[in-house]
């Protein structure tokens, strides 16, 4: 396989000690540094690195999980217009399991264990959050982006349980990344259920 291309102005990174995996074989640290930073070029070398990087939108230098999520919006209604509920409901089954590895790759290439960069977890979890809560107009889905970035950003509570859980390289550092998230947008679903039940 092709070794990714990593961007010249990476910060140095730190030794890293661990196994080794089918998704995460043993990494001398000395060998390149940390990508803090990716571009275009470090995003199209390996296919995991686009998918992880939601195509481009975590290339954003501001808010990068704030414009994932927004791509995740826009690429929901265009899955609406072609996909039935059910259909969608198997898409983003398999978008969770594909951004796995596909976040496991990524931030093993990047040498970093949870990147900024990496929005594929916003995305998904805010398909899930649209997903459940659609039909619904323009309010509604704003009110559930707005929700659900409280909850990525802030990460209160269970948030803030889940991001420290599960850390690392490998594949239990990549289900870590989108971890935190799917809570994010659980709890998004929950207050979201409670405004309805109190008015109705």
Known sequence: MTEPVFSADAAAAEPVHRPSHPLNPPVNPSVRPAVRRPGARFMLSHPAHLIALGF??????????????LWGWASYLVLQAWLSPAQIGWVIGGALALGWAACTVTARHMRVSDPG???????????????????????????????????????????????????GFGARGGFGILLDDLVAAFCTLFVMALWVAWHR
Do not use: C, N, Y
């Open 117 to 167: 960069a990496i929005v594929w977890d916003e995305v998904v979890a805010f398909w899930l959050v649209l997903w459940l809560v659609m039909p619904t107009g323009l309010w509604g889905q704003l009110v559930a982006f707005v929700l659900f970035r409280f909850f990525d950003a802030v990460k209160p509570g269970p948030v803030a349980w889940a991001d420290r859980r599960f850390h």
């Open 56 to 69: 481009g939108a975590g290339l954003s230098p501001v808010a990068p999980g704030t414009v994932g999520t």
